[in-house]
C-alpha cells in the first residue's frame, strides 16, 4: 500500500474531508471573526492615526498589496550554442547598463541562461564522449538514457 494513499479508488468510506473545506474550528473562528469585522477594523484605524506602527502597516497592507514584480519583456538571439548564449548575456548587460532592465531582472535572465549554458556544455561533452568510446568499440549500442538531444540538434 503506497504511503499518504491508503484507500483503494472507489473506497466510499475513506474519503475524508472534500477539498477546500474548512475544519468547524477555523469556521467558528471566521464565523465570530466576521461578526465583529467592522469594528475591529475601525479599532486598527484608529490605533494606526494615534501613530501604532504595528496597526499602520496591517492597514497599509490592506490597501496597498506587496508589489509583485512585472514581467521582462525583450528580445533575445538564439540561445542554441555556448556561443550563442554568451551574446545573450553580453546583450542583457547592454541592456542593463543603458537602464532598459532593472539589474535584478537581469540577473534572474542571466542565471537562466547560465543553466541553458551547462545544459549545453554538459550535451556537448556527452557527444564528444560517446563518439570516442564508438571509435573505440567499448560501446556498440547507444546508452537511450545518456545523449540529451536539444531542440534543434541532429541525431
Not at 477539498?19 to 474550528?25: I, L, P, T, W
Not at 477594523?41 to 496597498?64: F, Q, S, V
Not at 539589474?103 to 542565471?111: C, F, K, L
Request: one cysteine or more; hydrophobic letters at 35%.
Amino acid at each position: 500500500m503506497p504511503r499518504g494513499k491508503p484507500f483503494e479508488p472507489g473506497n466510499s468510506f475513506g474519503r475524508g474531508r472534500p477539498k477546500g473545506s474548512r475544519n468547524k474550528s477555523t469556521a467558528a473562528a471566521l464565523a465570530l471573526l466576521g461578526e465583529h469585522a467592522e469594528a475591529l477594523m475601525k479599532k486598527c484605524i484608529a490605533e494606526a492615526l494615534k501613530g501604532n506602527m504595528i496597526a499602520m502597516r496591517l492597514c497599509i497592507e490592506r490597501i496597498l498589496p506587496a508589489l509583485q514584480e512585472g514581467t521582462i519583456k525583450f528580445k533575445i538571439g538564439p540561445t542554441r550554442t555556448s556561443e550563442e548564449v554568451g551574446q545573450v548575456q553580453d546583450t542583457i548587460l547592454k541592456e542593463v547598463s543603458k537602464g532598459r532592465i532593472v539589474p535584478e531582472q537581469g540577473a534572474i535572465v542571466v542565471n537562466i541562461l547560465e543553466g541553458k549554458r551547462k545544459v549545453l556544455e554538459t550535451t556537448g561533452v556527452e557527444g564528444r564522449l560517446y563518439a570516442l568510446e564508438s571509435q573505440s568499440g567499448k560501446d556498440s549500442e547507444p546508452d537511450p538514457g545518456r545523449m540529451i538531444l536539444l531542440e534543434g540538434d541532429a541525431a
